[in-house]
Antibody
């Protein structure tokens, strides 16, 4: 079945780096843009980043530009989120998500289970 | 960035009630709006896309309307399993953005 599985969440101090992974299965990964969305404890959803189906285009939330980088490996059906210079406010559950359409933006009908990143001194 | 303002942020209702949640965009997003339902500890679930198209297997008591800058999500008859938090998301322009959420609780 269609599935996204995140990994790489961890606990650590401010300033460190972390790379999250999201492994996809059950669909043609290379046809879809892939997104990351995060949710701080007790807070709402925050869109983080997107990468196009072939990796040629990326967009980021303004507040995260320069610290976070999204990438993908279509041969491994995996999307990544490299997070540098982590801050306490980056503490959140990070979800990867896929749009229901591969040719348009409509909304995410496929989500991973989420991976928790905790940044604390 | 396009800001989405949801109202109310909290709603107390009874089973069987008709519930309406509003999402206002800071600029015209045409019909590029999605609605999600999220329950504690779970990933969000897509309810509606294109402002008014029901995602498959979502119950017909859910409906969406609106275009431009004002949108609504309506639950025609609230069921026990509908108590959750609801979010709107604009997918018109990058960066994509979510509304602040509406928590629907049991009265």
């Amino acid at each position: 079945q269609v599935q996204l599985v995140e990994s790489g969440g961890d606990m650590g101090q401010p300033g460190r780096s972390l790379r999250l992974s999201c492994a996809a299965s059950g669909f043609t990964f290379s046809r879809y843009s892939m997104h990351w969305v995060r949710q701080a404890p007790g807070k709402g959803l925050e869109w983080v980043a997107v990468i196009s189906f072939d990796g040629s285009n990326e967009h980021y939330a303004e507040s995260l530009k320069g610290r976070f980088t999204i990438s993908r490996d279509n041969s491994k059906n995996t999307v990544y989120l490299q997070m540098n210079s982590l801050r306490t406010e980056d503490t959140a559950v990070y979800y990867c998500a896929r749009d229901r359409s591969y040719y348009d933006r409509t909304g995410y009908n496929v989500w991973g289970q989420g991976t928790l990143v905790t940044v604390s001194s | 960035d396009i800001q989405l303002t949801q109202s109310p942020s909290f709603l107390s209702a009874s089973v069987g009630d008709r519930v309406t949640i509003t999402c206002r965009a800071s600029q015209d997003i045409s019909g590029f709006l999605a609605w999600y339902q999220q329950k504690p500890g779970k990933a969000p679930k897509l309810l509606i896309y294109g402002a008014s198209t029901l995602q498959s297997v979502v119950p017909l008591r859910f409906s969406g309307s609106g275009s431009g800058t004002e949108f609504t999500l309506t639950i025609s008859s609230l069921q026990p399993e509908d108590f959750a938090t609801y979010y709107c998301q604009q997918v018109n322009n990058y960066p994509l953005t979510f509304g602040g959420g509406t928590k629907v609780e049991i009265k």
